[in-house]
């Protein structure tokens, strides 16, 4: 009976992990990248600095040879870890579904081509903001959590989409969020309320404090 139920617990693990893409690679901690599951050449470095919360999965589109698709990428927090804004705009959606939990959505300011930057928040524990308020860059919008499958640790899944003229998402819409750093692709940046960023669509920042930043 024992070896049944372990049996059914390993097979809903590993449905939750499929499902969600969303894995855990080492113990929470700070500086440290997983390994990309990409071909080299379409890999985009990351910086990640020393004092910001480690990245426990990266994005990897349809297309990669494992066949799961991770359209964003997973920061390792622990529960009620603060989830900060990445950048100004205004919430577009929030809600819950069974397989991302809590989740939020928010709009930011267009590219140079017309395409309108969408950020994703998923698995939050709670959401501090509704449809359509404004928000800044680096404001506490929730916090992190295990809801929906999360393949049973907490973290910040987190994406970045392009929307159309008509905010509508284009075919080609979740991109590799590391290319969108105020510093430049792949060189991920704390957001410092004592910095001053300039937000924009394409300047993102972590969103989640780093250790020993000023974020409140």
Known sequence: MLMSSMRIAITVLLIMLVA????IYEKYGHGRVAPSRLEKASVTPVEL?????????????QFASS???HRGF????PKRTPVLAAADGDVGRVSSSILYGNQLFLNHGRTSAGYR????YFHLDELLVSANDKVQQGQLV??????????????????????DENDVPIAIGD????????KGPGKVTCYDKARDFKSTAASLTYPVPCRGTDWQ
Not at 20 to 23: A, H, Q
Not at 49 to 61: K, V
Not at 117 to 120: E, F, K
Not at 143 to 163: C, I
Request: proline letters at 9%; a negative charge.
């Open 20 to 23: 969600t893409g969303c894995s």
């Open 117 to 120: 930057i969408q950020t994703r």
């Open 74 to 77: 997973d920061i390792l927090v």
């Open 49 to 61: 600095p020393a004092n910001a919360p480690s990245i426990s999965q990266r994005y990897f589109p």
């Open 67 to 69: 066949q799961i698709e």
């Open 175 to 182: 991109l590799d969020p590391q290319v969108y750093w105020v």
């Open 142 to 163: 929730g916090y992190s959590g295990v809801t929906g499958l999360a393949a049973g640790f907490p973290h910040l899944h987190f994406e970045v989409h392009q929307l």
